[in-house]
Structure formats: structure tokens, C-alpha cells
């Protein structure tokens, strides 16, 4: 009974999404590239000087100029009271930045990589996530939460864990995962303006990766909305939805399959939480497959909470069963062999859009 | 993974203010020989220690171009004498680390784990509440005092009566503060309303203080449709914006770092207003108090620190908590002011607080105030105390201890008070309360929809469409849904 409901409404509000051509963001014709690096850092750099209750506060973001160079130059320009160099503890400066947020002002908190995350996650959960909700709206905490997420190259276990399912599932946040420079600039400038935490998610690997930026992104009141995804690549045999450095995969996957004939519709997910399961499920109404894509451990992750949606609102729709590709439900090993063999390929996603079209993978 | 590898430049900048070292690097003539040092102090460190012996000889290091002193670092085992204690200067060296001055010393003297005497308590009035000869004190008027004193009746009422309201049913649970009223009401009123408080969860007399209502604190409990939390929360988790105490906070400790936020912010906003955090003698063990100290200290941040330090950790005694001399001592291992007070004399407790304040606001300073007590009633209304110390102990804190009657006693002897004042007080105020409780416990409870409101800033839209769907399920099997909630 509550199904049939929910189909209902979610056909009603498919109805209120304008047509697909408006979701679409054509970059115009002038070609400027910029990395992610770069994207981050003028965003950063933009709202600081749009409002001064912005400051920074993380590991070597000052002096050292951001453990990967994220932070460079906003030292000189701001000065040691926006730009805090902190001791060692992400659990002491979680708690002060919550603090200061509770107070008023709108820290953007780093972490060197969300894996030491961990050890201020107490103070990200319940002391930003709930706390708007158990103080019932006397207290909001306007705080970012950023750092590289997720695989790098050859970091082993402790350093390589993708965070994006573990902050999704806790209602109080905002998860949000850039993938181009464009993303970069609008969500980390529309999760600094946003009065809710927001976790926002990078990759170090693509922090060297140049995109294409038109002038609307670069100007500086530029902000994305949070809560939308956004699809890359327009296609009508199947959906690859994925986030962060696999959207890049998924986009040579993509490649692939039109050689055999695929036409497959890539989603560059942006955002985690809130997700924007109308879109997805429009996409999976429009080509009846779906490949979900992930670096993260497969068991409770993004593609399973995708397929949950998928199944609840448009099961009709499916022409085969949905498939999940994650990373080895195993501890990230550091040889580079047994690393590859640890996370997603790109034939690992032609691989499974192939078996949604029940083509076969030989 | 970044390496902790700092700029040369920046220790440089850092070290100009020491000029012992810069003199001596200036021997060294270039900053080249220093850079290239640096990086050979991090090999320095894979080195097997067979190769150590290489540089016992200290001579034989100044006269190498790009060696350092810090060298010896590695080699010397003896543990430098306290700088307290007066370092004869023809036989010990000084030597500049990036820290400071440090004098050598030949003789190995570890540092004691335990001061052989206890540190010092600070209070004003004795236990019949007679002010103590040679006391220095902040004076109070008359009217603050009595103010002070009804503050703690009507504390210690309200803890009675609201605790006689659990064990009867009414409410799901409740926190008392018996023991702790001076600590409570003594300092809330050595502060401003400004002064933004972080409570843990045994300081409503705050609250009190700065106005929060009898009946507001009842609905609170009974999480009613007046309650400001919406019922949210469990009782006793009040939060009140407009008189500045932040929201009570079920987890230990985590409200420490909270308050340096908040008073690095207001040092920022160059605010005449500080920050001030309670916890108990456990919440010292988090990690979160030793990260908040570290930070304050390095950010010179105006909070107040004050832990009350009353014995024990729901069943857990100080002596299985921490082997420190209490919390005060560990003030100076962080770089923080610190005092230990006695924390059932109200006027010592104004004292502190009051002087903490100034040193905060107008030296941008943290501090850390150590309040010594006894926790006499249980730890919360599920906690059965006699069952881990002797009942004679809780009843004599509780009678021959007492800081209300110790206040009292003081104000008596001012000509403030009488026993008259005294029964009309305690009257008034428990007439007061049970009825807040009659009006509390009658009141509708919080509509559905405060259930999905923020969460978010603005409610999103799968939270309206749930909002929907259970309004409707309500609508349609109204049997299975309690009566007295409103849609």
C-alpha cells in the first residue's frame, strides 16, 4: 500500500522536473582549463572574501600551504586568525571548529584525509549532524567538512577508505562529492554558503586533473544546488550512475560500450546526501538498466541505497537487475598489483553494463 | 600522506625572538648549513644507534659546518633540572630549542609522579560558615547574596521535587545537583549574561540563575508542547539561546572544544564576554578535555574551565579516574592558569570565577578552576549509589557539608537572612515547582510534524513526503495512535 503511495508521488514530482534539456549545463565555447586544486582554492579564497565569519582550520593548512596544496596562498592573504594552523587531534579541533560554529561563525575544517576523520567523528555526528535538531533550531552549525576521500595511489588500509555510505546514512548532514573543477567551485562554495554541515568530499587523484571551466563558473557568485545530480553524458541503453573519480571511469566505460553499440547515460552523482533519487529514477524509467559504480566497500554502500530506491519507485521499469560495482570487500592492500585488483576498473563497468544488456562479456 | 616537514623559513621567523639561536646560527654563516641540517636530523633518525657514539663529543660538532647542537638531543639521557629550582650558571649549560631556554643539568632527577605535599585549596569561609581570617575575597553585596542563597534553595527544591517526580512515574528521568549548588550558583553569578555557557548536565542552577523559569524547566522534563527542545530530548537536556547555555549535551566532555570554538570566536569578534565549560572529575579522562586545553593555551582563547570535581564517575572513585592530584595540577602541563577551590564555599567559588573572568576577558587567556565536592545525590535517578559507597558517607556530605547551610550561615551572621526568610523561601518555592509540575504534566505534548522539522535548516522534501505518508496512516487507523498527540 505504501509503495503504490510513493510511486504516486514520486510520478508527481517527476512531473514538476522541467524537461531533461535544463538539467544539462553546456560549457560555453571559451575552453579554459583549471584544476581541481585550482577550483578548490579560488572557491575557498572567493567566499573568505565574501564573508569574513569564513576561516579555515586543519593540519598544515597555513604555513605549509594545505597538505595538498588546497589551502596555498590563503595564509598570506587572510592571516594566522582565518587560516589556523591546529595541533594534532582531530577530535580537539572538530570540537573547537563545532564550537565556534555553535557560536556563530562558519569554519571550513580539514582533514588530511577522511580517513583520520574517524577520530573526530563523534564531534561531526553528534555534535554538528543532530545538534540543529535536538536544540529544535536555537542552535545551527554552518560548518564544512573537506578532505581527499576515498583510493589514492599505493596508501594501503589506513589511508584509503571511501566515507561516502557512513556520513550519508546520518540525517543532520549534507554529503557532497565533486567530480569536475565545475563541481568543485559550485559545491564547495554552495556547502560553505549553506547554513547545515555539509561533508564534502574530495580525491587526491583528481586534485592534478584539469577541466574545461566556462566563464559563468569562474565568476565568483557562481554556486551549484545541492541535492542535484547532473548527467554527463546523455544515453538510452542503460544508466551508470557513479560519483567522485569513478564518473571519470564510467565516462571511458561509456566510450567503450558505443563501440559495441551501447549508448549508456552516465550520472555524475554530486551529491551524496541529499540524494537526487528522481533524477536517477528518471534516468532508469528512460533506459530500464542501471550500473551503480563505486570505490567504496560494496556491503550498505551508495549503489545499495541506489538499488533500494530503484526497487521502491521503479521496479516496473527494469529490464534486468541492477549492478553494483564497488571496491574488494577487503582492507585496501598496498601492492599495486593486489591495489588494482582492489577497486574498480573501467572493463569492470563495461563489463556489468554489458550483462544488463544481457550482452555477453567475453 | 604530508610530511611534518615545516619550512625552514617559518622556524627561521619563529626563532628570531630567541636570540640565542640566531647568534648562533649566525656563527654558522649561512642558513643554507641550516636547511641542509634539517634534512640530515630527519635521517638523523633512521640512523642505527651504533653510529650514535659519533657525536658524544660536542667540540667536535660546533667546528663541522652544518651540525648542529640539536644533535646532542639524541645522546643525552639526563632529564633537565626544574627550572624552579636555581640552576647554578657556572657548571650548567643553556641551550636555545625551539622551544625556549633550557639549563642542563649533570645530575638525572626524574620528575615526581605525586607533589609531595597536595596543591593548595582555596576557600573563604570555614565549614560553620565564618569568614577565615587573612581571606582575600571579591566582595558581595547584600542583595547578590541573598539572590545567591534563594538561587540555591530553589535549586536544591527543585531537585527534590523534581526527583520525588521520577521515582513517582511522572517523569522518565531525572539529574540532581545536591552538593553542587554553590558550585552552580556561585559562579553564574560571577559571570555576565554574555558570557556564553557549555554546560555537561549538573549545572541547571545556571540557568536558574540567568532567569530560566520553574515552569520551563518542568516542561522540559515532561516534553511538552511548551518545551523549547520540541521534546526532543531526554530531561534535563535544557538549552536556552537567549540566555546563552548551550543546548545540554548527552556525551562526555565533547562540550570542551565546543567552548574554545566559541571563545576563539569571540576573542575574534573582540567581544568583552568569555566562554565558560563544566564537567566533571571524569569528563578529564576524554580525549576531547586534553585536545580543548592543548588548543586553548595555543590559540589564547578566553574560556574558563571549570570541573567539578566531585569524587565520582557514576560508580567509578577518583582513584581509578586519574593518579594526578586532581585537575588543577594539569593546568600547567598544558600552559594554562589554574586553582583549586573549594567548591562547597560559595564566596570562594564567586572569587575564583570572577577573577578567572577578568584574567580571560582582558588577557585572552584560559583558565582552569578545579571546584572540589561531593556528589550526594546519585549519579542520575537509574543509579542506585549506596550500592558502591557506604551511606553514612553520602548522609554526612549531605547534612555536615552541606553548602547551602554553610552559605547560609554566612548570611545569617551578615543580618541578611532569618529563620522566618528561610520557611517562607523553602514554602513559596515548593508550592511553585509542583504546581509548574501539575501544568506541565497537563499540557499537550508537540504535534507530528515536530518530528520532521530541523533536521535541516529547511525541511527537504523526503522528509515532507514522510510527513504526508504518516499524517495519512494516522488519519487512517487512528486506534493505533495515542490520543493525546496532535497532528
Not at chain 1, 92 to 98: E, H, L, Q
Not at chain 1, 265 to 279: A, F, Q, Y
Not at chain 2, 134 to 140: A, G, I, Q, T
Request: hydrophobic fraction near 40%; charged fraction near 20%.
Amino acid at each position: 500500500m505504501l509503495g503504490i503511495v510513493r510511486q504516486k508521488m514520486l510520478e508527481q514530482s517527476l512531473k514538476k522536473i522541467p524537461p531533461a534539456v535544463s538539467v544539462l549545463r553546456s560549457y560555453s565555447s571559451a575552453a579554459k582549463q583549471m584544476t581541481i586544486r585550482d577550483a578548490l582554492n579560488s572557491a575557498l579564497d572567493e567566499e573568505m572574501s565574501a564573508d569574513s565569519k569564513v576561516f579555515l582550520m586543519g593540519e598544515e593548512v597555513g604555513e605549509y600551504q594545505g597538505a595538498y596544496k588546497i589551502t596555498k596562498g590563503l595564509l598570506d592573504k587572510y592571516g594566522p586568525e582565518r587560516v589556523l594552523d591546529t595541533p594534532i587531534t582531530e577530535a580537539g579541533f572538530t570540537g573547537v571548529a563545532v564550537g565556534a560554529a555553535y557560536y556563530g561563525v562558519k569554519p571550513v575544517v580539514e582533514f588530511m584525509t577522511f580517513n583520520f576523520s574517524m577520530q573526530a567523528i563523534d564531534h561531526i555526528i553528534n555534535s554538528a549532524a543532530k545538534t540543529n535538531y535536538m536544540s529544535s533550531g536555537q542552535i545551527s552549525v554552518p560548518i564544512v567538512f573537506r578532505g581527499p576521500n576515498g583510493a589514492a595511489a599505493g596508501v594501503g588500509a589506513q589511508h584509503s577508505q571511501c566515507y561516502a555510505a557512513w556520513y550519508a546514512s546520518c540525517p543532520g548532514l549534507k554529503v557532497l562529492a565533486p567530480y569536475s573543477s565545475e563541481d568543485a567551485r559550485g559545491l564547495l562554495k554552495a556547502a560553505i554558503r549553506d547554513p547545515d554541515p555539509v561533508v564534502f568530499l574530495e580525491n587526491e587523484l583528481l586534485y592534478g586533473e584539469s577541466f574545461p571551466v566556462s566563464d559563468e563558473v569562474l565568476d565568483s557568485s557562481f554556486c551549484l544546488p545541492i541535492g542535484k545530480a547532473k548527467i554527463e553524458r546523455k544515453g538510452k541503453d542503460v544508466t551508470i550512475a557513479a560519483y567522485s573519480k569513478m564518473v571519470g571511469y564510467a565516462l571511458k566505460a561509456a566510450e567503450t560500450l558505443e563501440k559495441d553499440g551501447i549508448d549508456a547515460e552516465v550520472i555524475n552523482l554530486r551529491s551524496i546526501r541529499p540524494l537526487d533519487r528522481s533524477m536517477i529514477n528518471a534516468s532508469v524509467r528512460k533506459t530500464s538498466r542501471l550500473v551503480t559504480v563505486e570505490e567504496a566497500f560494496p556491503q550498505h554502500g551508495v549503489g545499495a541505497e541506489i538499488c533500494a530506491s530503484i526497487v521502491e519507485e521503479s521496479f516496473a521499469y527494469l529490464d534486468a537487475p541492477v549492478e553494483r560495482i564497488a571496491g574488494a570487500d577487503v582492507p585496501m592492500p598496498y601492492a599495486a598489483n593486489l591495489e588494482r585488483m582492489a577497486v574498480p576498473q573501467v572493463e569492470d563497468i563495461v563489463r556489468a553494463a554489458k550483462r544488463t544488456c544481457y550482452r555477453s562479456v567475453s | 600522506m604530508a610530511f611534518n616537514l615545516k619550512n625552514p623559513r617559518n622556524i627561521i621567523n619563529n626563532l628570531k625572538s630567541k636570540v640565542g639561536l640566531w647568534s648562533l646560527m649566525k656563527q654558522s654563516h649561512s642558513t643554507c648549513c641550516y636547511s641542509s641540517c634539517l634534512n640530515t636530523i630527519h635521517l638523523h633518525r633512521f640512523l642505527p644507534l651504533t653510529t650514535l657514539p659519533q657525536f658524544t663529543n660536542p667540540e667536535s660538532i660546533s667546528h663541522k659546518k652544518g651540525h648542529f647542537p640539536h644533535f646532542q638531543r639524541f645522546q643525552s639521557t639526563t632529564t633537565e633540572k626544574q627550572i624552579d629550582s636555581v640552576p647554578n650558571d657556572e657548571h650548567n649549560q643553556v641551550l636555545d630549542f625551539p622551544g625556549g631556554k633550557v639549563v642542563f643539568s649533570p645530575e638525572m632527577r626524574f620528575l615526581s609522579e605525586s607533589p609531595s605535599v597536595y596543591s593548595q585549596c582555596y576557600r573563604v569561609l570555614d565549614d560553620a560558615g565564618q569568614l577565615i581570617s587573612h581571606s582575600n575575597f571579591v566582595p558581595v553585596s547584600e542583595e547578590v547574596a541573598v539572590k545567591m542563597y534563594s538561587n540555591m534553595v530553589t535549586l536544591q527544591t527543585l531537585d527534590t521535587v523534581f526527583y520525588e517526580a521520577q521515582r513517582q512515574g511522572r517523569i522518565s528521568f531525572y539529574v540532581t545537583s545536591i552538593g553542587e549548588e554553590a558550585i552552580n550558583i556561585a559562579s553564574a553569578a560571577a559571570l555576565t549574561s554574555d558570557d556564553i555557557v557549555f554546560p555537561q548536565y549538573r549545572e541547571p542552577g545556571v540557568l536558574l540563575w540567568r532567569g530560566f523559569t520553574l515552569q520551563e524547566f518542568a516542561n522540559q522534563c515532561f516534553g511538552n508542547k511548551a518545551d523549547y527542545g520540541k521534546g526532543r530530548q531526554m530531561p534535563i537536556h535544557y538549552g536556552s539561546n537567549k540566555l546563552n547555555y548551550f543546548t545540554v549535551s548527552s556525551t562526555i566532555a565533547t562540550q570542551i572544544p565546543h567552548a574554545v570554538g566559541a571563545a576563539y570566536s569571540l576573542k575574534m569578534d573582540k567581544k568583552d564576554a568569555c566562554a565558560v565549560t563544566y564537567f566533571g572529575d571524569g569528563g578529564t579522562s576524554e580525549g576531547d578535555f586534553h585536545a580543548a586545553m592543548n588548543f586553548a593555551a595555543v590559540t589564547e582563547s578566553p574560556v574558563i574551565f571549570i570541573c567539578r570535581n566531585n569524587g565520582w564517575a557514576i560508580s567509578t572513585p577518583t582513584s581509578d579516574q586519574f593518579r594526578s592530584d586532581g585537575i588543577a595540577v594539569r593546568g600547567q602541563a598544558y600552559g594554562v592558569r589554574s586553582i583549586r577551590v573549594d567548591g562547597n564555599d560559595a564566596l570562594a567559588m564567586y572569587s575564583a570565577v570572577r577573577s578567572a573572568r577578568q584574567m580571560a576577558v582582558n588577557e585572552h587567556r584560559p583558565i582552569l578552576i578545579e571546584a572540589v565536592t561531593y556528589r550526594v545525590g546519585h549519579h542520575s535517578t537509574s543509579d542506585d549509589s549506596t550500592k558502591y559507597r557506604p551511606a553514612d558517607e553520602i548522609e554526612w556530605w549531605r547534612m555536615a557539608r552541606d553548602p547551602v547551610t554553610r552559605f547560609r550561615k554566612w548570611i545569617e551572621i551578615n543580618g541578611w537572612w532569618g529563620s522566618e526568610a528561610e520557611s517562607q523561601l523553602r514554602s513559596s518555592i515548593r508550592s511553585q515547582l509542583l504546581h509548574a509540575i501539575q501544568i506541565a504534566e497537563r499540557a499537550e505534548k508537540p504535534p507530528v510534524n515536530d518530528l520532521f522539522t530541523d533536521v535541516y535548516d529547511n525541511i527537504p522534501s523526503n522528509l515532507r513526503e514522510q510527513e504526508k505518508l504518516l499524517k495519512e496512516t494516522i488519519n487512517r487507523h487512528p486506534k493505533d495512535y495515542p490520543a493525546d498527540v496532535p497532528i
